[in-house]
């Protein structure tokens, strides 16, 4: 099983990126799928997780500071899931990071502990 995070770059504040996260080995749709975030010095958080589509359309959370801005979202055609980054800021600088969750569960929390399986992360710097 292997996750991998793209898409991050440099943005200016304001801007926008869409993160992917491609899967081999492991059939998205039954797992939860997480995204984390790493800035500098700082401990890794989750900000946002969507449940497994095979219990149910797939349920979405969003830390607080990030629930009106982005947006997860899964394509099971695709095997992939995507974090829509909008109006960033430099606070949103950090190495993101998909994770792979429960499987087959109806919601998802944002804590490390539930997800098992990490891809490599994904540099999002937002700087003028």
């Known amino acids: 099983v292997q996750l991998q995070a793209s898409g991050g770059g440099l943005v200016q504040p304001g801007g926008s990126l869409r993160l992917s996260c491609a899967a081999s080995?492991?059939?998205?749709?039954?797992?939860?799928i997480g995204w984390f975030r790493q800035a500098p010095g700082k401990e890794r958080e989750g900000i946002s997780c969507?449940?497994?589509?095979?219990?149910?359309?797939?349920?979405?959370y969003y830390t607080h500071s990030v629930e009106d801005r982005f947006s997860i979202s899964r394509d099971n055609v695709e095997n992939a899931a995507y974090l829509q980054m909008n109006s960033l800021n430099p606070e949103d600088t950090a190495v993101y990071y998909c994770?792979?969750?429960?499987?087959?569960?109806?919601?998802?929390?944002?804590?490390?502990?539930?997800?098992?399986?990490w891809g490599q992360g994904t540099q999002v710097t937002v700087s003028s």
């Open positions: 969507i449940s497994s589509t095979s219990a149910n359309d797939g349920t979405a």
């Open positions: 080995g492991v059939t998205l749709d039954f797992y939860n």
């Open positions: 994770a792979l969750g429960a499987f087959g569960s109806t919601s998802c929390s944002l804590h490390e502990s539930n997800f098992h399986r």
